[in-house]
């Protein structure tokens, strides 16, 4: 007997007790049943209503791969506050030949009728998190229409308490930044050069990391600094609600209906006076208008996502963040782009064509040679066997067939003749004929021979990898293939290397110890 528990808690308030308590009911039932000690997964300071958590695809995946035969939990809401969820991984586990077992609530799978006792007590725990949900959402609404601070605490100021609730008080050192960002946001600075500047200024970050031009950028949402209506004195609250994407399982922010908005004056907390958050807000009003007329003529708006060969596959090297498209025609490394040259050094420019030629003639150079083909040969193989018919179900046809055939020429024996009888027998008959004609088919299959030109196909579609018209399709076979590609400087020369394993060493050597990327290639 393999047995697994399962533990979990949600609130960050809670403590690592929670977890053992949970762990401690669960040894405590197994010893009773004589069964050996489970091993332990478990989640954190986690919501039950998500289904990523580390835990729990770990304990999944080991049940999946037969590595459990029964599943611990303290009670069924450990396992998933989302009724559904519940109810798939019930069924999963049952799939994968596991007993799920709540100790303090007593649901057993293996019991009959556990379908209602599970379904129940998984709806139950998502009426609670919603019940929860709106209590919460109650107080914190009390809290805003005081002018205290119910969400997070922005850049610039930091909160104490008065034994009500929590005040927000500005943070001079950080204030300054906040004027000066703002001040050269209207003075036509993009939220990239600003981001750059503050960098090379060393202001302290929101996070204590580098700042990026999305800390700034004035959403809609009022999220970015430079849209955020508390440094002009005003708190906005119930604005957004994160919602769960019920497909994906993933939350993303949306916006309420404006009469949902609470909002309360806070002239203690104005950092940016009416006259420059006007011009800030009038400049973010007049940009996100063009992007939008620009999505309406069927334009990418700048910071787009325009999608080509190698987006999302490359990586610079030294600092190991992502080389995007920066401009129409190149690619540089984004943390460069959104914080300057504090957040990394690397200013270089590569053409797009550039990277897609040489890294394509990579690829094509190590897929047309005999392995590549083979392997090419190897897949249509499977795949035309796949398409083979079950003999066992010709054979089945056939003997239907004769059956009725028999029968018809008994009755014929016996006298009964009706006026069909002679079309239905030439049927039967012609089905037999049909039958045995696909097996001596079946008999003599060979793949090999439905592909009399595989080698010529195979280096078309080779050769066409860089006139492929679904790139999105053709950058998922790269990405199988080569997986990420780094770029690194080294010797005056930018070299790509592949860290997949997805092609032979071949292709690996053809783009690290091959031509490379010479600094002329870039036109420096």
Same mark, same amino acid.
């Given at each position: 007997m393999r047995t697994a528990a399962y533990c979990r808690y949600s609130s960050d308030q809670q403590r690592e007790t929670s977890i053992r308590d949970q762990l401690r009911n669960i040894e405590g039932y197994c010893s009773r049943m004589g069964w050996p000690a489970p091993a332990l997964y478990q989640d954190q300071a986690i919501s039950g209503a998500r289904n990523d958590r580390p835990g729990y695809v770990s304990m999944l995946a080991a049940a999946e791969q037969g590595a459990v035969d029964v599943l611990l939990v303290d009670d069924l809401s450990r396992l998933s506050r989302d009724h559904i969820e519940c109810a798939q991984v019930i069924r999963r586990l049952k799939f994968a030949g596991v007993r799920v077992i709540g100790v303090s609530d007593g649901?057993?799978?293996?019991?009959?009728?556990?379908?209602?006792?599970?379904?129940?007590?998984?709806?139950?725990?998502?009426?609670?998190?919603?019940?929860?949900?709106?209590?919460?959402?109650?107080?914190?609404?009390?809290? #805003?229409?005081?002018?205290?601070?119910?969400?997070?605490? *922005?850049?610039?100021?930091?909160? +104490? =308490? &008065?034994?009500?609730?929590? @005040?927000?008080?500005?943070?001079?050192?950080e204030a300054r930044w906040i004027r000066y960002a703002f001040e050269r946001y209207a003075a036509g600075a993009s939220s990239r050069t600003i981001a750059a500047e503050l960098n090379e200024n060393g202001a302290p970050s929101?996070?204590?990391?580098?700042?990026?031009?999305?800390?700034?950028?004035?959403?809609?949402?009022?999220?970015?600094?430079?849209?955020?209506?508390?440094?002009?004195?005003?708190?906005?609250?119930?604005?957004?609600?994160?919602?769960?994407?019920? #497909?994906?399982?993933?939350?993303?922010?949306?916006?309420? *209906?404006?009469?949902?908005?609470? +909002? =309360? &004056?806070?002239?203690?907390? @104005?950092?940016?006076?009416?006259?420059?958050?006007?011009?800030?807000?009038?400049?973010?009003r007049a940009k996100r208008s063009e992007s939008a007329e620009k999505r309406r003529e069927g334009r990418a708006p700048g910071g787009g996502r325009e999608k080509y060969l190698f987006s999302g596959l490359l990586r610079y090297g030294v600092c190991g963040g992502a080389f995007v498209i920066v401009d129409r025609n190149n690619y540089g490394c984004a943390a460069h782009k959104d914080g300057g040259a504090c957040a990394c050094s690397n200013s270089l420019k590569v053409r797009r064509s550039t990277v897609e030629n040489v890294l394509l003639a990579g690829v094509k150079e190590a897929l047309l040679n005999e392995d590549g083909f083979r392997r090419f040969e190897s897949e249509c193989r499977e795949i035309i066997k796949s398409m083979r018919p079950d003999p066992a179900q010709v054979k089945r046809r056939r003997e239907q067939a004769r059956r009725e055939r028999d029968n018809i020429v008994a009755a014929i024996k016996a006298g009964i003749i009706t006026p069909t009888m002679k079309s239905e027998l030439e049927a039967a008959e012609d089905r037999i004929q049909e039958a045995d004609?696909?097996?001596?088919?079946?008999?003599?299959?060979?793949?090999?021979?439905?592909?009399?030109?595989?080698?010529?196909?195979?280096?078309?579609?080779?050769?066409?990898?860089?006139?492929?018209?679904?790139?999105?399709?053709?950058?998922?076979?790269?990405?199988?293939?080569?997986?990420?590609?780094?770029?690194?400087?080294?010797?005056?020369?930018?070299?790509?290397?592949?860290?997949?394993?997805?092609?032979?060493?071949?292709?690996?050597?053809?783009?690290?110890?091959?031509?490379?990327?010479?600094?002329?290639?870039?036109?420096?």
């Open positions: 649901t057993d799978t293996a019991r009959d009728g556990y379908k209602l006792e599970t379904g129940l007590r998984g709806l139950m725990s998502e009426l609670y998190l919603d019940d929860l949900a709106k209590k919460t959402h109650r107080g914190l609404m009390g809290q #805003a229409l005081a002018g205290y601070s119910a969400g997070g605490l *922005p850049y610039g100021y930091h909160s +104490i =308490t &008065d034994g009500k609730g929590h @005040k927000r008080v500005v943070v001079e050192d929101p996070r204590g990391k580098a700042w990026k031009h999305s800390a700034l950028y004035p959403d809609a949402k009022g999220v970015g600094i430079l849209g955020n209506p508390i440094y002009n004195g005003r708190q906005v609250w119930n604005r957004t609600v994160w919602v769960k994407d019920p #497909a994906t399982g993933r939350r993303r922010r949306v916006m309420r *209906p404006r009469d949902e908005w609470v +909002i =309360t &004056d806070a002239p203690e907390l @104005k950092i940016i006076d009416d006259n420059l958050w006007r011009a800030c807000e009038a400049r973010a004609d696909e097996l001596r088919a079946i008999a003599r299959f060979e793949p090999a021979q439905m592909l009399p030109r595989a080698r010529e196909i195979y280096r078309d579609l080779v050769t066409r990898l860089d006139s492929v018209e679904d790139v999105a399709v053709a950058r998922e076979a790269l990405r199988e293939l080569i997986g990420d590609v780094t770029l690194t400087p080294e010797n005056g020369a930018l070299t790509a290397e592949v860290q997949s394993a997805g092609l032979a060493d071949a292709l690996q050597m053809a783009l690290v110890a091959g031509e490379g990327f010479e600094p002329s290639t870039f036109g420096l």
